[in-house]
């Protein structure tokens, strides 16, 4: 059973790109879809974590908005990150899927069964997981992944009547 998924965020929340105004605020754009998928995935008693490289105030407020239980910004070794949520949720790495884009993902990707990259993720990425999607970072592939556990973890019926 998948107990937690963890998430990038840039490439894979976002499709990538950061956007600076003038005043030197960051702007990012979220797929309301992937948010939606997210907050369903945790009605369903299930945990979603944030493991990111950078450090932003928008992906605090994302994560608070979504209630995502573990947020981890301005990570330079995922994997060692992975390894203390694990710890602290009491879970294990069977019990965990993935979702990254960018190199500094594969320390984190290559210790789970359960390995996603969108679309248009970096070729070792793809070459390295064990589901590339169809749809680009930003552009769903958070909830196509979260989708394809739902169905395999037979939980359709149980998200169904969450929305009924």
């Given at each position: 059973?998948?107990?937690?998924?963890?998430?990038?965020?840039?490439?894979?929340?976002?499709?990538?790109?950061?956007?600076?105004?003038?005043?030197?605020?960051?702007?990012?754009?979220?797929?309301?879809?992937?948010?939606?998928?997210?907050?369903?995935?945790?009605?369903?008693?299930?945990?979603?974590?944030?493991?990111?490289?950078?450090?932003?105030?928008?992906?605090?407020?994302?994560?608070?908005?979504?209630?995502?239980?573990?947020?981890?910004?301005?990570?330079?070794?995922?994997?060692?990150?992975?390894?203390?949520?694990?710890?602290?949720?009491?879970?294990?790495?069977?019990?965990?899927?993935?979702?990254?884009?960018?190199?500094?993902?594969?320390?984190?990707?290559?210790?789970?069964?359960?390995?996603?990259?969108?679309?248009?993720?970096?070729?070792?990425?793809?070459?390295?997981?064990?589901?590339?999607?169809?749809q680009?970072?930003?552009?769903?592939?958070?909830?196509?992944?979260?989708?394809?556990?739902?169905?395999?973890?037979n939980?359709?019926?149980?998200?169904?009547?969450l929305?009924?």
């Open positions: 059973m998948i107990k937690l998924i963890v998430l990038d965020v840039d490439g894979t929340l976002s499709n990538g790109s950061i956007i600076y105004s003038d005043e030197g605020t960051e702007i990012k754009a979220f797929n309301v879809k992937d948010g939606l998928g997210i907050a369903a995935w945790i009605k369903l008693g299930r945990q979603v974590a944030i493991i990111t490289g950078r450090k932003s105030t928008l992906v605090e407020n994302r994560a608070k908005e979504l209630n995502i239980t573990y947020l981890k910004q301005g990570i330079k070794n995922k994997a060692q990150a992975l390894k203390e949520i694990l710890t602290e949720a009491n879970i294990t790495l069977d019990e965990v899927a993935i979702i990254g884009d960018d190199l500094n993902d594969l320390s984190m990707l290559k210790l789970v069964k359960h390995s996603y990259a969108p679309k248009d993720a970096v070729k070792l990425v793809k070459q390295n997981v064990r589901k590339v999607l169809k680009k970072g930003g552009e769903g592939a958070v909830r196509a992944m979260i989708d394809k556990l739902i169905k395999k973890e939980l359709e019926v149980k998200l169904y009547e929305f009924a």
